[in-house]
């Protein structure tokens, strides 16, 4: 499939919509937990087991990414988003048939193998064509398409539990909602592939509707970058960024609830709820809004207000404890949009230090980090908290430590921030050997 070149005139605020169509569609990932309680009653799955789909669709989410994001450089957004549709879709239709005939291993398969290949390819699809098109704007460009990864599970959540109402939580009703969901978001992802273009790369960059041209200044393969000590210092910061935010989301209600449980003004079940749809409209506009002031003030200083007032706020909510309620919840609602700033803010950082060249490529290597925090963050906070209660500990003392560690590596994200400097010269690649190479790159 050979990538879609826009003709003259047409406009690159198109290319934005063509990218939220798919960053909106793959965002359901965050709404899974809508499944969970229906799926352990229907087949008497356990909460850990329940999870299993999710888990294996992020650790799919960075691999697909890392080992496909040369193959979404060479072939182009249009082939990335057809690649994307088909796994995300399919995974829903195999999930929908294990539920039918109750076989828990084909709804993991689905929805978490092939479905998380979708994600990971979905994921970095538009990435490298929206810098393209928005040289002057590269933070806001995909800041806005990243901000619809964040915001798909404030759509898909009620959307699914009005679906489980309706057709009923049985086995029968959760695979008829696998299967709704499966088609509903191959016609929405079908709009994406339709409408993706990449810019001319002969015209000049005017700003406007005309496309930019996509190879000037720096520019430096994925191969040679990932030997670089920026490449592992920006790895660093997207893995301790991400650890401190998703430590929160990932316990966010049982979190408050437990954190206020010893105070006078309790936390009730509806309002645990409506503090975690906060945390999502906060992961939400802190990747436009924070990816956008990057343009502004500069990656690095960005990162430094990240990782910086990130440790403060944890520190904040570990010196007060469970004396402010507002101050808990403000905290939380910074870190969270600091977690999703860090996001959509790193494809910039990358261009500024790799170039438009293979950026996408690169990309999806670094989302490595993103399958590690994962897995750390949870693990922090859920492994502290059960040690702390098995020790007798009870309220805001079951998550203090766990608060400290984060300060500790949001530390270590500050320090790997300030150690990034501009890619030596001899990782480089002179303009004309660019082509050559492109056929020389392994598919990975």
């Avoid at 909460?47 to 989410?61: K, N």
Wanted: with cysteine; hydrophobic share 50%.
């Amino acid at each position: 499939m050979s990538p879609p070149i826009a003709s003259p005139g047409w406009s690159r605020w198109l290319v934005p919509p063509a990218a939220l169509s798919v960053h909106l569609s793959i965002g359901q990932a965050y709404a899974w937990s809508v499944f969970k309680p229906p799926l352990e009653s229907a087949l008497g799955l356990s909460g850990t087991q329940s999870a299993l789909p999710f888990q294996l669709g992020i650790v799919m989410l960075g691999l697909s990414a890392a080992f496909g994001g040369t193959l979404v450089e060479r072939n182009g957004p249009r082939w990335a988003m057809t690649v994307a549709l088909v796994c995300f879709s399919s995974g829903f239709l195999l999930a929908s048939l294990g539920a039918a005939t109750e076989q828990y291993w084909l709804i993991v398969f689905g929805y978490g193998f092939v479905g998380g290949i979708g994600l990971g390819i979905g994921y970095i699809s538009p990435v490298s064509t929206l810098i393209k098109w928005f040289p002057d704007r590269p933070g806001m460009a995909t800041g806005i398409a990243i901000m619809g990864f964040g915001g798909g599970a404030l759509i898909a959540s009620p959307w699914s539990a009005q679906m489980l109402e309706s057709f009923g939580s049985d086995s029968s009703g959760i695979a008829l909602a696998f299967l709704v969901h499966g088609l509903s978001y191959a016609v929405f992802m079908s709009l994406g592939v339709l409408l993706v273009r990449v810019p001319r790369s002969a015209e000049p960059a005017a700003g406007g509707a005309s496309g930019p041209s996509s190879l000037s200044g720096v520019q430096v393969s994925a191969r040679s970058a990932v030997r670089t000590p920026q490449f592992w210092c920006l790895w660093v910061i997207l893995c301790m960024n991400v650890t401190a935010g998703i430590g929160i989301l990932e316990k966010a209600a049982p979190m408050i609830k437990d954190f206020f449980a010893d105070s006078s003004t309790p936390v009730s079940v509806s309002a645990a709820a409506g503090f975690v749809a906060l945390l999502s409209a906060a992961n939400m506009a802190g990747r436009i809004g924070w990816s956008s002031t990057s343009d502004l003030i500069g990656r690095k200083n960005i990162y430094r207000v990240y990782l910086g007032v990130g440790a403060l706020m944890y520190a904040s909510i570990a010196w007060f404890g469970d004396s402010s309620k507002p101050l808990f919840i403000l905290c939380a609602l910074v870190i969270l949009s600091f977690y999703g700033g860090g996001f959509a803010t790193i494809p910039a950082y990358l261009k500024d230090l790799f170039g438009t060249y293979q950026v996408g490529a690169i990309h999806g290597r670094l989302l490595t980090a993103w399958s590690t925090a994962g897995v750390l963050g949870p693990l922090i906070v859920n492994w502290i908290a059960d040690r702390q209660e098995e020790a007798g500990k009870h309220g805001s003392a079951l998550y203090g430590l766990s608060f400290y560690i984060m300060i500790g590596l949001l530390a270590v994200g500050f320090v790997a921030n300030e150690l990034v400097r501009p890619v030596d010269p001899r990782h480089h690649i002179p303009a004309p050997k660019e082509a050559a190479d492109v056929q020389r790159e392994p598919s990975v």
